[in-house]
């Protein structure tokens, strides 16, 4: 399919958040929460004229789709670019293209498209602030062989998400980081 058969059959914000069953929460409390600075809203104004729209790789259950996503709905509205959700699982064809170092089914992923339905740019999973946080915490999880591994890495993928919720110096490096992609 093309770009822009992906982005028509993409869920809008409202069936998007309809479908939500996991993280809805965190993700409205995010979205509620964050504002973009002016300087933010100034690099802003060059973008909106290329009247992108946005195709949204994407799961429920994802913590980093949880911060990223309203970051990305709140750029949305101050540029009028029409977002679309297109959930990761049920997709593995659109996935498949963007893979994350050519392997991982990474998520989210914002593939940005032009009028002509051009991809124009793509960003994701995470903004590299994000990434660097997420693997230093990393650093402190038992060997995958140790037993209690699997408990350890649910706790501080909670422990992150937590922190994904309550940070908005987070949430501005996930704004600039997009805003970067898109200039």
């Known amino acids: 399919m093309e770009l822009r058969e992906w982005f028509e059959k993409g869920l809008t914000k409202e069936q998007y958040l309809n479908h939500m069953q996991v993280n809805k929460e965190g993700m409205l409390s995010i979205y509620e929460g964050f504002s973009l600075s002016e300087e933010e809203k100034e690099a802003l104004q060059e973008i909106k004229q290329k009247n992108l729209h946005a195709i949204v ?15 990305l709905l709140k750029i949305a509205e101050e540029i009028g670019m029409e977002v679309r959700f297109v959930l990761r699982d049920s997709n593995l064809e659109l ?17 940005f498209i032009d009028e002509k339905s051009e991809e124009q740019a793509v ?7 994000l990434q660097d946080y997420v693997m230093e915490r990393r650093t ?3 060997a995958k062989e140790d037993p209690s591994f699997e408990q350890a890495q649910k706790e501080l993928y909670k422990s992150i998400g937590e922190t994904y919720q309550s940070d908005p110096s987070l ?10 992609k898109l200039k």
Request: aromatic share 10%; net charge negative.
């Open 95 to 111: 996935m498949d293209q963007y893979l994350t170092n050519g392997t991982a089914r990474a998520i989210p992923i914002f593939v």
């Open 57 to 71: 790789l994407t799961e429920d259950w994802c913590g980093d789709a949880m911060i990223n996503n309203p970051v």
């Open 123 to 129: 960003w994701g999973p995470r903004a590299p602030r």
């Open 171 to 180: 949430w501005h490096s996930v704004a600039e980081s997009i805003i970067a």
């Open 140 to 142: 402190s999880l038992p």
